[in-house]
C-alpha cells in the first residue's frame, strides 16, 4: 500500500489536511476488542472528585526554634513568564524556552527495541505539571500516564492497558488530567489501524481521585502505532474551560465517520457537538474553544454547501454567528476547506490550516497547505506559510504525487499561539528531518515575515504559559 493510498484511506481516522474524508473501511469494522484498563484505581466511580489541594499551614512550634510546618505545596511555577516548550525526541522529554534556547531533558523513557518511550506531553494550565505518555513495552503498544513538576519529578503514573497513544487533555483548574484511550491490541511497528472500544479516564494528582466517565458501549475508535498519531492522537479529546465538557470524537453509528461528541464531566449524559448548535446542518470536523469559553470555532460543513470552512458559534447561545470559505474557494478550480482553527488568546482570531487542490491543469493538480489567520472583525484571512506538492490523477481519479513538498506544510493540531497573539508555533517536516521526527518553527501572526527555527527532531510537543 501506497503512502497516498495510506493517507485516503485513514483520513477520516485522523482529521488531517486530505480533501475528502471516508467513512470505515467495512474491513475495520470487525474483531473488536475492549479491554479494561489496568489500573484497579482506574475503574473505580466516585460520587465527587476531589483536586490537588494546596495545605499550606505554618505552626509556631516553640519561641526559641521558631520553625514552619508547611504540607502538600504545589511545585514552583517555570520561571519564564512568556511560556516554555515540552517536546519529545528521541523518546525522551526536553523543555525549552520559548525560542528554542535551553533544551534540557526532563525525563528518559528508555526507548529501545521493545518500547517507544515518551510520545505526547501537555503541560497543566498552571504550567505546574506535565502530563506524558509513555509506551511501557509489551508485546504490543501499551500506554501509561506520567504525571509529573515541570522539571520531571515523577508524581505517580497512571497505567493503561494496550492500546492508542492516549489523548490528553488536562482541567482548566490543573487538577487532573482527561485520558481518552482506545483499548486494542496494536503491534508498535503496525501501520494498518485495528478498529477499538474508546475509554475516558480523570486521573488526579492524589489517584484515589481518579475516575472513569462511562460512555455508550456502542461508540467505537480507531486505534494504530502511525508516526503521525503521535502529534495527531486518535482520539482528540478537549476539556471545556468551564469544565464541565470533554470534546471527542468518536464513530457513534457502525460504518459511519467520526463525529465529534460533547461528554458531560459529570457523567450526566452525552452530546452530538452540532446539537449545540440551533438550527444549522452538516457536521464538525474539528474544533477548539475560546479561552474564555464562549464561543466554538468549529471545522466542517456547519453552514456551508459541499465544503469544509470555519465557523464560529457562541457556545453559550447556540448560534452560529458567522462562517468563512477558503479564500480561494470561489474560484471554479479550486477546492479549498480549512480546518483545525485555533483561537489567539484573546479571542479576536482565529489561526487556521487550509487546503487547495487546483484542477487548472488536470490531470496535473497542484496541492497547497496555507496557514492562515483570520481575523474576525474584518473577516480577513492574512497568508503566514505555505507549501506545495505537484500531483496527477490517475484512471481512478485518484491524486498521485508527482515530485515532492515544497515549502512549509504546517501539520493538523500542531499550532499554538504565543500568549501576547504575536506569534504562532507549529510542526512542519523540515529538510533533514526522519521519517518520525519534525521541527518546531515560529512565525509572526501579522505575516510578511519568514519562520524562524526553534528545535529541530522533535517527535510532538506542546506549548504552554501560565494562566491565572
Not at 134 to 153: I, K, S
Not at 196 to 223: C, F, N, T, Y
Not at 307 to 321: K, M, N, Q, S, Y
Not at 341 to 347: M, Q, V, Y
Request: proline fraction near 6%; charged fraction near 20%.
Amino acid at each position: 500500500m501506497t503512502d497516498v493510498e495510506l493517507e485516503r484511506r485513514l483520513a477520516d481516522w485522523y482529521r488531517s489536511e486530505i480533501p475528502a474524508a471516508e467513512t470505515a473501511p467495512p474491513g475495520l469494522r470487525s474483531s473488536v476488542m475492549t479491554i479494561p484498563l489496568a489500573s484497579a484505581a482506574s475503574s473505580r466511580r466516585f460520587a465527587t472528585r476531589r483536586g490537588f489541594i494546596v495545605l499550606a499551614a505554618a505552626a509556631l512550634v516553640g519561641l526559641l526554634a521558631g520553625t514552619a510546618v508547611v504540607a502538600g505545596l504545589l511545585p514552583p511555577r517555570p520561571d519564564s513568564a512568556v511560556g516554555k516548550i515540552v517536546f519529545v525526541r528521541d523518546g525522551d522529554l526536553f523543555i525549552a524556552e520559548i525560542d528554542g534556547s535551553g533544551q534540557t531533558r526532563i525525563a528518559t523513557g528508555d526507548a529501545d527495541g521493545a518500547k517507544l518511550g515518551y510520545l505526547t506531553a501537555a503541560w497543566s494550565p498552571d504550567m505546574r505539571h506535565i502530563a506524558a505518555v509513555r509506551d511501557v513495552g509489551g508485546a504490543y503498544l501499551t500506554p501509561g500516564v506520567d504525571l509529573m513538576t515541570a522539571d520531571g519529578a515523577l508524581v505517580r503514573t497512571v497505567a493503561l492497558d494496550a492500546g492508542c497513544g492516549p489523548s490528553l487533555s488536562w482541567s482548566p483548574d490543573s487538577s487532573e488530567v482527561a485520558i481518552a484511550t482506545c483499548p486494542a491490541d496494536v503491534p508498535r511497528d503496525a501501520v494498518e489501524p485495528v478498529e477499538s472500544g474508546i475509554r475516558l479516564l480523570l486521573a488526579g494528582l492524589d489517584a484515589s481521585a481518579d475516575q472513569e466517565v462511562a460512555l455508550p458501549p456502542e461508540w467505537r475508535s480507531v486505534a494504530s502505532a502511525r508516526r503521525e498519531v503521535w502529534i495527531r492522537p486518535d482520539l482528540w479529546a478537549r476539556w471545556s474551560p468551564d469544565g464541565r465538557w470533554i470534546a471527542l470524537p468518536a464513530i457513534v453509528v457502525a460504518g459511519q465517520s467520526f463525529a465529534w461528541q460533547m461528554v458531560a464531566v459529570d457523567g450526566s449524559g452525552t452530546r452530538r457537538v452540532e446539537g449545540f448548535i440551533d438550527g444549522v446542518g452538516g457536521n464538525v470536523e474539528s474544533l477548539d474553544w475560546s479561552r474564555d469559553g464562549r464561543r466554538l470555532a468549529v471545522s466542517g460543513g456547519i453552514g456551508c454547501v459541499e465544503t469544509v470552512c470555519l465557523g464560529i458559534v457562541d457556545f453559550e447561545r447556540g448560534h452560529l454567528t458567522a462562517t468563512a470559505m477558503h479564500p480561494s474557494n470561489a474560484e471554479p478550480n479550486m477546492h479549498g476547506k480549512l480546518f483545525w482553527p485555533e483561537f489567539s488568546p484573546d479571542g479576536d482570531r482565529v489561526a487556521v490550516l487550509g487546503g487547495l487542490i487546483d484542477f487548472t491543469l488536470e490531470p496535473t493538480v497542484a496541492e497547497t497547505y496555507t496557514l492562515y489567520d483570520y481575523d474576525l472583525a474584518t473577516a480577513r484571512f492574512t497568508e503566514l506559510t505555505s507549501g506545495n506538492r505537484p500531483m496527477i490523477l490517475d484512471a481512478t481519479g485518484a491524486a498521485q504525487p508527482t515530485g515532492t513538498m515544497t515549502g512549509e506544510r504546517v501539520e493538523g493540531a500542531t499550532v499554538a499561539w504565543t500568549p501576547d497573539g504575536r506569534g504562532l508555533l507549529y510542526l512542519v517536516r523540515d529538510a533533514g528531518d526522519s521519517a518520525a521526527s519534525w521541527t518546531i518553527r515560529s512565525i509572526d501572526a501579522a505575516g510578511g515575515s519568514q519562520s524562524s527555527i526553534l528545535v529541530r527532531g522533535v517527535q510532538s510537543f506542546d506549548f504552554g504559559w501560565p494562566r491565572p
